[in-house]
């Protein structure tokens, strides 16, 4: 599926906005407990259905109609993405590629699943897939800054929804080894296109002429 395909399916699946007090009445008293996760999981809603739930504050993703609640991110990841977003951010804005966003923010894949991406990137081609209150389509790029909790989930089972809906790009940020993978959509799959640590720099050919350097990317304090 490509990224065109997907943003024209889920454009229409997710702009309908429906009533849901009824429904969320009657299935927030069967919740049931993902182990895995551990996070509360309310069964198989449409992503019209899940915006209408009301908001506790929290950040939530919908998988495969499936309500994730993610833990909140650690003050490490907070200024990692700060970090990148400010470099990038400045680069994207001067040289007028798109539109840069960050989570909180829904991204509607298709009409069961909405993920937050901590950070993603839309082409100024495609720019008619954000809307105002969340994303109807694949972006160019997806960031994910992993953690102890949230690793695997974001590998084993966020992976395979990005590439079906046909994000072209994910780069994954792991604050522990201070390590990027930038992985390039194949077909159904990602493969790695590189590896980055120590001194090396955030690169990619999205961004030509673009850089961030790993130390400054995973500095403590953020970027003037």
């Given at each position: 599926?490509?990224?065109?395909?997907?943003?024209?399916?889920?454009?229409?699946?997710?702009?309908?906005?429906?009533?849901?007090?009824?429904?969320?009445?009657?299935?927030?008293?069967?919740?049931?407990?993902?182990?895995?996760?551990?996070?509360?999981?309310?069964?198989?809603?449409?992503?019209?259905?899940?915006?209408?739930?009301?908001?506790?504050?929290?950040?939530?993703?919908?998988?495969?109609?499936?309500?994730?609640?993610?833990?909140?991110?650690?003050?490490?990841?907070?200024?990692?993405?700060?970090?990148?977003?400010?470099?990038?951010?400045?680069?994207?804005?001067?040289?007028?590629?798109?539109?840069?966003?960050?989570?909180?923010?829904?991204?509607?894949?298709?009409?069961?699943?909405?993920l937050q991406p901590d950070l993603i990137f839309i082409s100024s081609k495609r720019v008619e897939i954000v809307r105002e209150n969340f994303v109807a389509g694949a972006p160019d790029l997806a960031v994910e800054i992993l953690s102890r909790s949230t690793a695997a989930h974001d590998r084993v089972t966020k992976?395979?929804?990005?590439?079906?809906?046909?994000?072209?790009?994910?780069?994954?940020?792991?604050?522990?080894?201070?390590?990027?993978?930038?992985?390039?959509?194949?077909?159904?799959?990602?493969?790695?296109?590189?590896?980055?640590?120590?001194?090396?720099?955030?690169?990619?050919?999205?961004?030509?002429?673009?850089?961030?350097?790993?130390?400054?990317?995973?500095?403590?304090?953020?970027?003037?």
């Amino acid at each position: 599926m490509t990224s065109s395909t997907s943003a024209a399916g889920s454009s229409t699946a997710c702009t309908a906005v429906r009533s849901l007090a009824g429904r969320w009445a009657l299935e927030n008293a069967g919740k049931v407990y993902n182990h895995f996760m551990g996070t509360e999981v309310i069964p198989k809603l449409t992503y019209e259905e899940f915006r209408q739930l009301p908001d506790d504050g929290k950040r939530y993703e919908l998988i495969r109609g499936e309500v994730h609640l993610s833990p909140s991110p650690s003050t490490r990841h907070q200024l990692i993405l700060l970090n990148l977003s400010l470099s990038l951010g400045t680069y994207i804005k001067n040289a007028r590629l798109g539109v840069l966003a960050f989570a909180p923010l829904d991204v509607c894949l298709n009409p069961d699943t909405a993920l937050q991406p901590d950070l993603i990137f839309i082409s100024s081609k495609r720019v008619e897939i954000v809307r105002e209150n969340f994303v109807a389509g694949a972006p160019d790029l997806a960031v994910e800054i992993l953690s102890r909790s949230t690793a695997a989930h974001d590998r084993v089972t966020k992976l395979p929804l990005y590439a079906e809906a046909g994000v072209a790009e994910i780069w994954l940020i792991d604050p522990q080894v201070k390590t990027v993978e930038v992985l390039r959509l194949q077909g159904r799959k990602y493969v790695v296109d590189s590896t980055l640590a120590g001194d090396q720099t955030l690169k990619s050919a999205s961004f030509p002429g673009w850089g961030l350097p790993l130390p400054e990317l995973f500095s403590s304090s953020p970027l003037r």
